[in-house]
C-alpha cells in the first residue's frame, strides 16, 4: 500500500480482512496468495498482499477501442456475475468493479483486486465506523459508484458491485459509460 494510506491502517485488521478474501477460491476471481508487511526505507511498516499474475489484458485495455461485439460481451459479463456472486454468497463485497479489475485471459474473464477496498475501509475503522467513511470520502471510481456508495454510507453491501456491474455492462456496448464527459463530482449526482 503507499505510505500515505498505510498510515491511516491497522496493520492487523488489514492483514484479518485480506485473509478473508484470501479465502476466495473461484475460477473467475483472482486469489489473493499471502499478505504481510515490509518496512519502508524509513521504517515504517507498509502492508501488502500478493496476487499472481494473470497473463491477457485488462477489459479496461480490450475498451480502448470503444464498442465490443456483443458475443464478447456475452461471455464476459457472466463470468464476472459468476465471480462476484461466489463472493457475495460469503459476505464479501469488491467495492470498485470496473474495466480494469476485469482480466481477460483465454476467453475467461476474472475479477481482480477482490475485496481490498472492503479491507482497507475495516481496517481505517475506529470506534465502530471507517475512517474513511467518517471523514465523507466514498471508495471507489466515480463512474461505476452506487449512490449509497458515493454518499459514503457505512453499509454499502454487494448490491453496489451488481450496480457496477451494470454500468460496466452498459459500456462495453456503446464503449462509453452512461455519464462519460462529466466531471467526478457531475457523475456522482447523476448516479
Known sequence: LPPQLAGSVNVERFRREIAVVAQLQHPHIVPVLTAGETNDVDGTRLPYFTMPYVAGQSLRARLAGGELPLGDV????????????????????????????????????????????????????????SNMTSLGVALGTPAYMSPEQAAAAPNVDHRADIYALGIVAFEMIPGRTPFAGRSPQQMLAAH
Not at 454468497?89 to 470498485?96: A, E, P, Q
Not at 481477460?104 to 481496517?123: P, R, S
Open 74 to 129: 456475452l461471455w464476459i459479463l457472466p463470468d464476472v456475475a459468476k465471480g462476484l456472486g461466489y463472493a457475495h454468497k460469503r459476505g464479501v463485497v469488491h467495492r470498485d468493479i470496473k474495466p480494469d479489475n476485469v482480466l481477460l485471459n483465454e476467453d475467461a474473464a476474472v475479477v481482480t483486486d477482490f475485496g481490498v477496498a472492503k479491507a482497507l475501509t475495516a481496517a481505517s475503522a475506529r470506534d465502530g465506523q
